[in-house]
């Protein structure tokens, strides 16, 4: 089975400091991972993912992700966090098998605050 | 274009009314889900379609019936349901591209739906 933690329900980040939102995952295979972001009443949106390669992948809006095979980590990062940065993020991981449906496992999200 | 529209944006229902939820995607994806989010909570899937064919359904009470008229357009019929199916109802879609798993599922902006 499996399996996507994200360890902290909110994180407070002062505005241009840089942030990190953490996620670790568990799966048999090769993991797929996403990163989303959900603004109040709004859907998800895609930030940006890691399939295979180099394993810092650069997303959306400034984000990047660092995957950490080791660690069975993909901690969401920022550079210098914006006040429009506010919301809840979503970790997701799939196994990467090839063919048919493989369920998305979405954590349980972490709602990023950023203080002006 | 990476949008996926849903309509209506909200919806009110008594829990003897027979409502419907709509879809619509025009990025040639031929998968499409639904999911439903209650507040602060990741998303949860409740059925897959796959090239217009029911592929997952995740348990979901048959006062939920789900149809997917053509590859653009997925709907969600709704009878008969109870206050506890208030939730955001979430429409993605993804490539589902045979052979390949690294599919991004791309959202809608969601349905709020209140059961009275």
């Known amino acids: 089975a499996q399996s996507v933690a994200q360890p902290e329900d909110q994180v407070n980040v002062a505005e241009g400091n840089p942030l990190t939102v953490k996620c670790t995952y568990s799966v048999s295979g090769n993991p797929y991972l996403f990163w989303y972001v959900q603004y109040p009443n709004r859907g998800l949106q895609f930030l940006l993912k890691?399939?295979?390669?180099?394993?810092l992948v650069k997303g959306s809006y400034g984000f990047e992700a660092e995957f950490n095979k080791s660690q069975t980590s993909f901690h969401l990062k920022k550079p210098s966090a914006l006040v429009s940065d506010s919301a809840l993020y979503f970790c997701?991981?799939?196994?990467?098998?090839?063919?048919?449906?493989?369920?998305?496992?979405f954590g349980t999200g972490t709602k990023l605050q950023v203080i002006p | 274009d990476t949008e996926v529209t849903q309509t209506p944006k909200h919806l009110v229902m008594g829990m003897t009314n027979k409502k419907s939820l709509k879809c619509e995607q025009h990025?040639?994806?031929?998968?499409m889900y639904w999911y439903k989010q209650k507040a602060k909570k990741p998303p949860e899937l409740m059925f897959v379609y796959s090239y217009e064919k029911l592929s997952i359904n995740e348990s979901v009470p048959s006062r939920f019936s789900p149809e997917c008229p053509n590859s653009s357009l997925l709907n969600l019929h709704l009878h008969a349901l109870q206050p506890e199916d208030s939730a955001l109802y979430l429409c993605?879609?993804?490539?589902?591209?045979?052979?390949?798993?690294?599919?991004?599922?791309?959202f809608g902006p969601g349905t709020r739906l209140t059961v009275l």
């Open positions: 993605a879609s993804s490539q589902d591209t045979p052979g390949q798993g690294a599919d991004t599922q791309y």
């Open positions: 990025m040639g994806h031929r998968a």
């Open positions: 997701a991981v799939r196994e990467g098998v090839s063919g048919g449906y493989q369920k998305v496992t």
């Open positions: 890691y399939i295979t390669g180099d394993n």
